[in-house]
T-cell receptor
Framework: RKEVEQDPGPFNVPEGATVAFNCTYSNSASQSFFWYRQDCRKEPKLLMSVYSSGNEDGRFTAQLNRASQYISLLIRDSKLSDSATYLCVVRSPNAGKSTFGDGTTLTVKP | GAGVSQSPSNKVTEKGKDVELRCDPISGHTALYWYRQSLGQGLEFLIYFQGNSAPDKSGLPSDRFSAERTGGSVSTLTIQRTQQEDSAVYLC?????????????FGPGTRLLVL
């Protein structure tokens, strides 16, 4: 079993749709969680950190469920520009190593 | 300010040759990471440097791979006797926080093709 697993996708949604991605992690000691976005042939860029209480940034909402060891990303009112691969990242305490999920590909269509 | 830079942006080499990939982290960032991403795949952790601590080399796939970080800044990833399966994008990232807690900022990567 992989340390970090994501919905394989691809997700193909129309503009304006709401879409949610899930990510599960196996190390219960993990402390830091992030969502990164990666455009085709580009480097990953931080989308948002995920906090225990959940957090929102505009149309994006991230949630953490420690009991079930998963995090989620919700995108409301999808835009064409949201088309990308979304990477779930989990980091253990006092460890530099970050484990990336394989990513979920989202395509938003007109 | 300047972001993470990597060079070369593209590298084509012949099987069996050695290659060196360079990463310049963001000034002041104490942590530096190397990852590898094969086509259509996720990021594979290779190595992590934090300040003057011994690097975490747990992700290096074989002894053909090595990395160093001079003066706590620039890092070089060396692949000896390259193989075709080494072909991938090699990404470097740096972060500000200690204990690997900071957000990672990625460079544009080096696309390596081993013929």
């Amino acid at each position: 079993r992989k340390e970090v697993e994501q919905d394989p996708g691809p997700f193909n949604v129309p503009e304006g749709a709401t879409v949610a991605f899930n990510c599960t992690y196996s190390n219960s000691a993990s402390q830091s969680f992030f969502w990164y976005r990666q455009d085709c042939r580009k480097e990953p860029k931080l989308l948002m950190s995920v906090y225990s209480s959940g957090n929102e940034d505009g149309r994006f909402t991230a949630q953490l469920n420690r009991a079930s060891q998963y995090i989620s990303l919700l995108i409301r009112d999808s835009k064409l520009s949201d088309s990308a691969t979304y990477l779930c990242v989990v980091r253990s305490p006092n460890a530099g190593k970050s484990t990336f999920g394989d990513g979920t590909t989202l395509t938003v269509k007109p | 300010g300047a972001g993470v830079s990597q060079s070369p942006s593209n590298k084509v080499t012949e099987k069996g040759k050695d290659v060196e990939l360079r990463c310049d982290p963001i000034s002041g960032h104490t942590a530096l990471y190397w990852y590898r991403q094969s086509l259509g795949q996720g990021l594979e952790f290779l190595i992590y440097f934090q300040g003057n601590s011994a690097p975490d080399k747990s992700g290096l796939p074989s002894d053909r791979f090595s990395a160093e970080r001079t003066g706590g800044s620039v890092s070089t990833l060396t692949i000896q006797r390259t193989q075709q399966e080494d072909s991938a994008v090699y990404l470097c990232a740096s972060s500000k926080g200690t204990s690997g807690s900071g957000t990672q900022y990625f460079g544009p990567g080096t696309r390596l093709l081993v013929l």
